[in-house]
């Protein structure tokens, strides 16, 4: 069946970077786009960007400066990276797939991230 | 960027009730996706192209709008449907959710 799984460092520390997988099963990304959206704590939901399933990105430009997101379609996996993390980043991570329409019919369970020395 | 006004902000309805939830947006946009996001869980499509049901979602789920105005109609309500819905557009980018209609159980 579809699953989505994140992971990651729950504690990063203000100004490094932030490097998460998502690691995917029962599909392929070369069929599907995986998007990462966040949630901070009790708000809602922000759209980063996305991993088309031809292999190019797209990203929200009010985080296009620090993001980038990649993936290895041999280990099915969809990598995101941001830098210069400060305490507003500390929040829930998602990745979610896209049955190429612009919405999300999986998600992940979330990766809680929390940004502090 | 395409802002979404969902309302009410928060609401409560009685078992039965039927409950609707409005989504505003500041430019036309040509479909709205819904999704349902219970305490410390990932959020759940239930509407997708704007009236479709997503698999698995009880029928008393309906979606409707066109244009600017979006509305999520639950026909009965039940305690399980107590949760936060969120609208979604991506008629242009950046892909944005509305700030979601948390809605309790009376």
């Given at each position: 069946?579809?699953?989505?799984?994140?992971?990651?460092?729950?504690?990063?520390?203000?100004?490094?970077?932030?490097?998460?997988?998502?690691?995917?099963?029962?599909?392929?990304?070369?069929?599907?786009?995986?998007?990462?959206?966040?949630?901070?704590?009790?708000?809602?939901?922000?759209?980063?960007?996305?991993?088309?399933?031809?292999?190019?990105?797209?990203?929200?430009?009010?985080?296009?400066?620090?993001?980038?997101?990649?993936?290895?379609?041999?280990?099915?996996?969809?990598?995101?990276?941001?830098?210069?993390?400060?305490?507003?980043?500390?929040?829930?991570?998602?990745?979610?797939?896209?049955?190429?329409?612009?919405?999300?019919?999986?998600?992940?369970?979330?990766?809680?991230?929390?940004?502090?020395? | 960027?395409?802002?979404?006004?969902?309302?009410?902000?928060?609401?409560?309805?009685?078992?039965?009730?039927?409950?609707?939830?409005?989504?505003?947006?500041?430019?036309?946009?040509?479909?709205?996706?819904w999704?349902?996001?219970?305490?410390?869980?990932?959020?759940?499509l239930l509407i997708y192209s704007t009236s479709s049901l997503a698999s698995g979602v009880p029928d008393r789920f309906s979606g409707?709008?066109?244009?600017?105005?979006?509305?999520l109609?639950?026909?009965?309500?039940?305690?399980?449907?107590?949760?936060?819905?969120?609208?979604?557009?991506?008629?242009?980018?950046?892909?944005?959710?509305?700030?979601?209609?948390?809605?309790?159980?009376?």
């Amino acid at each position: 069946q579809v699953q989505l799984k994140e992971s990651g460092p729950g504690l990063v520390q203000p100004s490094e970077t932030l490097s998460l997988t998502c690691t995917v099963s029962g599909f392929s990304l070369t069929s599907y786009n995986v998007h990462w959206v966040r949630q901070p704590p009790g708000k809602g939901l922000e759209w980063m960007g996305v991993m088309w399933s031809g292999g190019s990105t797209d990203y929200n430009s009010a985080l296009k400066s620090r993001l980038s997101i990649s993936r290895d379609t041999s280990k099915n996996q969809v990598f995101l990276k941001m830098n210069s993390l400060q305490s507003e980043d500390t929040t829930t991570y998602y990745c979610a797939r896209d049955p190429r329409w612009g919405y999300f019919d999986y998600w992940g369970q979330g990766v809680m991230v929390t940004v502090s020395s | 960027e395409i802002v979404l006004t969902q309302s009410p902000t928060t609401t409560a309805a009685s078992p039965g009730e039927k409950v609707t939830i409005t989504c505003l947006a500041s430019s036309s946009v040509s479909n709205m996706y819904w999704y349902q996001q219970k305490s410390g869980a990932s959020p759940k499509l239930l509407i997708y192209s704007t009236s479709s049901l997503a698999s698995g979602v009880p029928d008393r789920f309906s979606g409707s709008g066109s244009g600017t105005s979006y509305s999520l109609t639950i026909n009965t309500m039940e305690a399980e449907d107590a949760a936060t819905y969120y609208c979604q557009q991506w008629s242009s980018n950046p892909l944005t959710f509305g700030s979601g209609t948390k809605l309790e159980i009376k």
